[in-house]
């Protein structure tokens, strides 16, 4: 926590940026639950161990929603004649992030099992999982020093603004890791037929928009935590991302019919349900 009570100016760029993150986590939260329901619905043929999955990510999601809007209505109802009050984390936002880190984790892991079993190489896990992994460790050590230290750890002489930006910048390489191995597969599985490559640009596209998108709210994170630290933009985007990547794995996962239906009956050297 970066925040002292002499450094704050209006409140739109910290009460404000939570309450944004807030509405939108709603609103992705609500999407995620009809594409929750839909999964359940239409995908029958699933393993057991993917639903759980799936059901234990909306589970996750719920809780992380709750947390939101508990850290919300802690500033701005129970607290708000005490301005003071931004210059601490409440319990339920230092909550909030780590169900969030754990979604994040979950859905990386469940790319990088997809990516492990289309190329069966060791190497491009580790690639992905060492700095997920290092990432996850660093939001556990933050979260911890933020319950410790409600002040803020900067207040404390800690001179640990470096773990926020490790935190991120290691998020945002874990998702171009995935996107750019995601990418190497399915280059080299173009074939002549038209149609299966033209499947393979839809992978392609879908590989490139969703992890360029999370990677780079990762980065804004990042910067905005350096060049503007005494506000909460950095939070807001952090708060944002969790929500984004599971919805991007339910999107994939509900696409599987409509892709079959499109490219059924043709010789491909890929198939949709590779990645889900």
Known sequence: MRLFLSQLGSLDGTLGGIVIAEILVAVLYGIASIQ????????????????????????????????????????????????????????????????????????????TYKIYRLNRCIWSVIFIVLPQVISFIGAIANGILDEKFPGGISAQGLKLDWLWCAMFGLQAVTDCAIAATLCTILVKRRTGFKRTNSLIRVLLLYSIGTFALTSSISIAS???????????????????????????????????????????????????????
């Not at 990042?222 to 506000?231: F, G, L, Q, R």
């Not at 509900?254 to 349900?273: A, K």
């Open 36 to 111: 929750v329901y839909v999964y359940f619905h239409y995908n029958l043929n699933d393993s057991p161990l993917v639903k759980r999955t799936i059901f234990s990510l909306w589970i996750l999601s719920s809780l992380y929603l709750v947390l939101a809007s508990h850290a919300v209505y802690y500033y701005v109802v129970t607290n708000s004649m005490n301005p003071s009050v931004v210059t601490k984390y409440p319990w339920s936002l230092v909550a909030d992030l780590f169900v969030g880190d754990l979604i994040e984790v979950t859905v990386s892991l469940i790319f």
């Open 222 to 276: 990042v910067v905005t935590y350096i060049t503007i630290p005494h506000n909460y933009t950095y939070i807001a985007l952090a708060m944002v991302l969790p929500k984004l990547m599971y919805n991007s794995l339910l999107a994939l996962l509900n696409s599987r019919d409509t892709l079959r239906n499109m490219y059924i009956g043709q010789i491909m050297s890929v198939h949709p349900s590779d990645f889900t």
